[in-house]
T-cell receptor, first 115, second 114 residues
Framework: NAGVTQTPKFRVLKTGQSMTLLCAQD?????MYWYRQDPGMGLRLIHY???????AKGEVPDGYNVSRLKKQNFLLGLESAAPSQTSVYFC??????????????FGPGTRLTVL | KNQVEQSPQSLIILEGKNCTLQ??????????LRWYKQDTGRGPVSLTI?????NTKSNRRYTATLDADTKQSSLHITASQLSDSASYIC?????????????FGTGTRLTIIP
């Protein structure tokens, strides 16, 4: 049981380049999330998904796109990277909401630098 | 605007000592409060989740308290170990019409020195 995994772990991009971050979970969770973590700020939600084939915008969605073609995978895309997107990106997953004890499980993170 | 504020920003204590981290929040409508531990270079890991009716919850050497009236929570760490060195993040959940929104604090960076 690997939990939540993310690839790649590190990446350096030039401004304008594109890339896709992959998140995979093996816990059969319905919900999946993408966050970014910046120095001096709390984690901020970029996009989330409540099930296969669904996506929704979070707090800071601009410049990102997502897809959830399979229940276990959640992809985060940057079409034209900007230096402001330099951050650590975390994927998380959880069972469907309903219980106040519903826990989000986080992946190890992807450190992205945009030059 | 929902906010979660944590104090102190950073803390250094000797191994074996106790410490208390604070969390104040203005989140509505309140659903639950969570404490996460984040080791350097890793993702956050849940320590406790507390609902409105829970005042105290323990997980090994970690004890969280919640005062929903004053909108304050604390995380007490007993007999600290070197492995407790990490960032501790307070997260408050608001649920509105079935939609849950988490507000994350910026964390307290705890360093345990031998």
């Amino acid at each position: 049981n690997a939990g939540v995994t993310q690839t790649p772990k590190f990446r350096v991009l030039k401004t304008g380049q594109s890339m896709t971050l992959l998140c995979a979970q093996d816990m059969n969770h319905e919900y999946m999330y993408w966050y970014r973590q910046d120095p001096g700020m709390g984690l901020r939600l970029i996009h989330y998904s409540v099930g296969e084939g669904t996506t929704a915008k979070g707090e800071v969605p601009d410049g990102y796109n997502v897809s959830r073609l399979k229940k276990q995978n959640f992809l985060l895309g940057l079409e034209s990277a900007a230096p402001s997107q330099t951050s650590v990106y975390f994927c998380a997953s959880s069972y469907a909401s309903g219980s106040p004890y519903n826990e989000q499980f986080f992946g190890p993170g992807t450190r992205l630098t945009v030059l | 605007k929902n906010q979660v504020e944590q104090s102190p920003q950073s803390l250094i204590i000797l191994e074996g000592k106790n410490c208390t981290l604070q969390c104040n929040y203005t989140v509505s409508p309140f659903s639950n409060l969570r404490w996460y531990k984040q080791d350097t270079g890793r993702g956050p890991v849940s320590l406790t989740i507390m609902t409105f009716s829970e005042n105290t919850k323990s997980n090994r050497r970690y004890t969280a308290t919640l005062d929903a009236d004053t909108k304050q929570s604390s995380l007490h760490i007993t007999a600290s170990q070197l492995s407790d060195s990490a960032s501790y993040i307070c997260v408050v959940s608001a649920t509105n019409f079935g939609n849950e929104k988490l507000t994350f604090g910026t964390g307290t960076r705890l360093t345990i020195i031998p």
